[in-house]
């Protein structure tokens, strides 16, 4: 079975589908736009819709995650194909395992709302207060010499993940990195964690961008028969995207800790 390298069951996914805005640390990053995610009501069932942790909530814990973001492209082509690939996911799974589309938040762009998903680049892991500044300047160390943006190709395959724990099953769209970036920043990261004491990412990762998930495990082979019938729509769910920033979500805010030049 293919695990997922990105979610726990307290993941960065569980804070962005909770609804308040958290500001993005601008000043850092010269960035025009605001995630919508929060941590707050953290514990009610009705906001995690039926999620557990994998870390206790301890006060004066922040969950922590490092990752790129990607934006959903205007083109209504493939705004269209992406609600119809989610339609057609939903459909294959009982009612009791009900497919959760994923988002990361919105970024404000020429008065519309982007929608924005994301590659990790590290777990999801709790830091303390004296952890944060510590991290974020070496974050930023770490990408300094990084002058150009990430080109990347979304889209055209899909696959089933399922979390370490088997508490939830994830459809998840391939990303193609001719470059390997992406394995060079996720390296990065992970020598920054092992620093100040964290877990470093999966070895040999597998970089993706979710898109939707359900509780448990048990529709995994449903959602792979849903893959498997819709190869068409997923041949025409595919953009290319460049990469301008990586930003470390803390709670719940976003900090950008690099940016291509211009």
Known sequence: MDYIA???????????????????????CHADSEATTTIKDAGKTDVHQGRTRSFPHVEGQYATHVFLEIALPDSERVRKTYDAFQSHLSTHVSPQSRMHPI??????SKNTETMCLHVSLSKTVPITSVQMESLLRELKAAFRKKKRALHLRIGGAAKVLVNEDGTRTFVALHVTDPGGMVEDMIESVSRVFIRHGLPKYYDNPDIHVSIAWCLGNSATGRLKEALSACSTLLHRLVWNTHITRVLCRIGAKDHCVWQAAA
């Open 6 to 28: 990105e979610y726990s069951s307290d993941s960065a996914e569980d804070e962005r589908n909770a609804p308040i805005s958290a500001k993005t640390d601008t000043a850092s």
């Open 103 to 108: 988002e990361s938040g919105t970024r404000a």
